[in-house]
């Protein structure tokens, strides 16, 4: 049976072998309560803060940040924004959130409670427009939550902007690292943010486990207590930041070597956000002519899988129209998504099926 070819680790990554083996030793060893008064039980917080030690060192991580576990994915944000609320919001009145289009749906329970959000716009490189944000900042905004790396995009966001404009007016800054783990260099103390979250399934976890980090303890739940899963989450975000820079330079020459061939290949295509400021990992193409629905199906029938978004996210045709693409680019794109399994024999045969589909469904476009 052939290889599946997988590019769309914006929406899920599959867990790696050696976060499978950790969670089967807590599983089959050390599976205790840490509310057990004997030794099955009290064994485990020295397993956690080992964990928790090797993770805040893997994200340059001070002791002014505390550190939750959470569920991850739109209820991770869920969590993080009802705490806020709770803790914060209902006690001061400032009630406004600023977001991308991502936490909209976790905030539009927060509208229940009196809240008002503002979704925050795109340039048309794909960049977090700083002046949008500067003029939707208001005495009674609370929050600004962004992603570091944009997720279908790949674009990195200007972080040190965004942290000034909401720090001169005391907002506080919420960003999701959950794709820039091991992609870029990462250190919290250096970004001085107020939360930072992230999602495991997005860096070789399973499904439903994160983290957040918080400048301020009383801001969220400091809930730890489930020592596989911390001891997972470390392992994985600590086998990326251990090889970061090797891994980065890699993965971006197998992603050059894919743009360039593609673009040959098919000399009217378009790669997008060429110009911006890109995170090694992720290529945006446009495919003239093609609707991409179409063509992602026929990829998959041939066992190689990109994106459109969609799930968690908005869809890609939906972002790039936001940046002032024109619709009909926007609806023929794709996002490709590497990782470091990634081969120049993977990218070869991608290439191929690529290629060849587009061809195909160009072909069946012209016969009409």
């Known amino acids: 049976m052939d290889r599946a070819i997988y590019f769309d680790h914006h929406i899920l990554s ?13 599983y089959e060893e050390k599976w205790g309560a840490l509310s057990m008064p004997h030794q099955k039980g009290q064994e485990l917080y020295s397993e956690m803060d080992t964990s928790q030690q090797d993770l ?28 806020f609320y709770l803790e914060q919001t209902r006690e001061n009145g400032k009630n406004h959130f600023l ?3 991502e936490f909209s749906i976790p905030l539009q329970q927060l509208h229940k409670l009196g809240c008002l959000s503002k979704v925050l716009s795109f340039n048309s490189k794909g960049i977090l427009s700083l002046d949008f944000l500067s003029a939707s900042l208001k005495p009674k905004t609370a929050l600004v939550s962004c992603f570091l790396i944009h997720p279908l995009t790949g674009i990195i966001q200007p972080v040190e902007e965004i942290v000034r404009l909401c720090h001169e007016k005391e907002v506080k800054v919420h960003l999701d690292g959950s ?5 870029i260099f990462l250190s919290l103390d250096q970004l001085e943010i107020d939360f930072f979250s992230f999602d495991g399934d997005k860096i070789h976890t399973p499904q439903r486990v994160g983290g957040l980090f918080s400048f301020s303890p009383s801001d969220i739940p400091t809930l730890t207590h489930d020592p596989a899963s911390l001891s997972a989450l470390t392992l994985a975000v600590k086998q990326l930041t251990q090889t970061q820079e090797s891994t980065s330079i890699e993965v971006a020459r197998l992603r050059t070597f894919f743009e360039e061939e593609l673009l040959k290949a098919l000399p009217d295509t378009i790669l997008l956000f060429q110009d911006s400021p890109r995170a090694p990992h992720i290529s945006v193409f446009s495919f003239p002519g093609i609707m991409s629905e179409a063509l992602l199906y026929l990829l998959q ?25 024109a619709l009909e680019l926007s ?4 996002s490709f998504s590497f990782s470091k399994e990634m081969t120049k024999e993977l990218l070869e045969k991608a290439l191929d099926i690529l290629v060849s589909s587009v061809k195909q469904l160009k072909k069946l476009s012209f016969s009409k």
């Open 14 to 26: 599959p867990p790696s072998k050696e976060v499978i083996k950790k969670l089967a030793f807590f």
């Open 56 to 83: 805040y060192v893997s994200l340059g991580v001070g002791d002014s940040y505390t550190f939750s576990l959470t569920s991850g994915g739109i209820r991770g944000f869920f969590e993080l924004f009802i705490h």
């Open 99 to 101: 977001a991308t289009e």
């Open 179 to 183: 794709h820039a783990i091991g992609k």
């Open 301 to 325: 029938q041939r066992s190689l899988y990109a994106s459109i978004g969609g799930g968690e996210y908005p869809s890609l045709p939906y972002f790039l129209n936001q940046c002032g693409i």
């Open 331 to 334: 609806l023929s794109a794709l």
